[in-house]
Every structure is written in structure tokens, then in C-alpha cells.
């Protein structure tokens, strides 16, 4: 079973910078895709960025946060661990919500950042931006 655990979340100011890591464990084959989706109170789950395993084409980014944010893997120190990173810089108060990392085993590249598509889900970390 893949378990996913976020942190890095906090309190920051407008134009500051966090990173955030989401722990993987428990995938059973070298091929999948992790994800980082937002959420805020009353509406749907958004995507925000995707890598899947063989290399840098499978990296997707939603707009808003094109040059500002930054996701990357880890999945050789510990495998068949992986940590998944998002480093986010250039913080605005529109960027608050509730973080998740999720997974999709299957590595179905072609679902894009919709979250219907990942079947794993880590419980978040709150980012906070304030102006």
C-alpha cells in the first residue's frame, strides 16, 4: 500500500519561499507519478505540479505557478522510497491552501495534474501567505 506524508508547511510573507516534502513509500514497481494539489475551503482540489519516473519530460506545471515553483524526485538514496519536493518561491497570498501529495502507481502520465487520476493521497500540509 503507498503511504504518502507531507511537511514543510508554514507562515510566510508575501514574496518568501518554502519547500515542501512528501515521504513515499510502499510502490511495488519503478514506474509511477506523484503530484502536489492544492486545495482551499470550498472548492475543488487543483492541481499544481506532476513528475513521474524517466526523466524531466514527464514534469508538469498548472500555470499560475510556471517559474516559480520547482518540483523534483528523489528516488534513489532510500529506494524503493522516494521523496517528492516542491520548492516554492515568489509566495503570494493567492498561493494559501492546503497542500497534497498523491500518487498514481500506474504511472498513467497522460492524466496530466487532474486529481481523478491518483489514487493515493498524503492528509497535507497548510502553506500560509501573507501580504
Known amino acids: 500500500q503507498v503511504q504518502l506524508v507531507e511537511s514543510g508547511g508554514d507562515s510566510v510573507q508575501a514574496g518568501g519561499s518554502l519547500r515542501l516534502s512528501c515521504t513515499a513509500s510502499?510502490?511495488?514497481?519503478?514506474?509511477?507519478?506523484l503530484g502536489w494539489f492544492l486545495q482551499v475551503p470550498g472548492k475543488e482540489r487543483e492541481g499544481v505540479a506532476r513528475?513521474?519516473?524517466?526523466?524531466?519530460?514527464?514534469?508538469?506545471?498548472?500555470?499560475v505557478v510556471k517559474g516559480r515553483f520547482t518540483i523534483s524526485l528523489d528516488n534513489t538514496k532510500e529506494y524503493p522510497k522516494a521523496t517528492l519536493y516542491l520548492q516554492m518561491d515568489g509566495l503570494k497570498p493567492e498561493d494559501t491552501a492546503m497542500y497534497y501529495c498523491?500518487?498514481?502507481?500506474?504511472?498513467?502520465?497522460?492524466?496530466?495534474?487532474?486529481?481523478?487520476?491518483?489514487?493515493?493521497w498524503g492528509q497535507g500540509t497548510q502553506v500560509t501567505v501573507s501580504s
Open positions: 513528475i513521474c519516473t524517466g526523466g524531466d519530460d514527464y514534469i508538469l506545471y498548472a500555470d
Open positions: 510502499g510502490f511495488t514497481g519503478s514506474g509511477y507519478c
Open positions: 498523491a500518487a498514481d502507481p500506474r504511472r498513467k502520465w497522460w492524466g496530466g495534474l487532474a486529481p481523478s487520476w491518483y489514487t493515493h
